[in-house]
């Protein structure tokens, strides 16, 4: 089974910059795609970055693209999302993903499993 767990979370203030981090139980993580979501109250669960499972290509919703990167260490089973020139519409809980697929997937349906959540708030 798959397990995924993120953290990192927290309070930062507008302009700054935060690191999540997601570690995946799983023995084959290097065969996955990963990608990363967030939901804020109220509103639907929102593509953020993916990151595919060989070569490296990445996804970016235009909302963070500039500011967010996505990357990966599958020596230690971690998928990673820098942010940058945080803003308070980032606030949001970022839930990390898993696509035994491998593509750097843009929309949640294509995901088989998921973490908890880690909260981010921005203040403005």
């Known amino acids: 089974h798959v397990q995924l767990v993120e953290s990192g979370g927290g309070l930062v203030q507008a302009g700054g910059s935060l690191r999540l981090s997601c570690a995946c139980s799983g023995r084959i993580f290097s065969s996955y795609g990963m990608g990363w979501f967030r939901q804020a109250p109220g509103k639907a669960r929102e593509f953020v970055a993916a990151?595919?499972?060989?070569?490296?290509?990445?996804e970016y919703a235009d909302s963070v693209k500039g500011r967010f990167t996505i990357s990966r260490d599958n020596a230690k089973n971690t998928v990673y999302l820098q942010m940058n020139s945080l803003k308070p519409e980032d606030t949001a809980v970022y839930y990390c993903?898993?696509?035994?697929?491998?593509?750097?997937?843009?929309?949640?349906?294509?995901?088989?499993?998921w973490g908890q959540g880690t909260q981010v708030t921005v203040s403005a």
């Open positions: 993903a898993a696509d035994r697929t491998g593509m750097a997937a843009t929309t949640h349906v294509i995901y088989d499993y």
């Open positions: 990151i595919s499972r060989t070569d490296g290509f990445r």
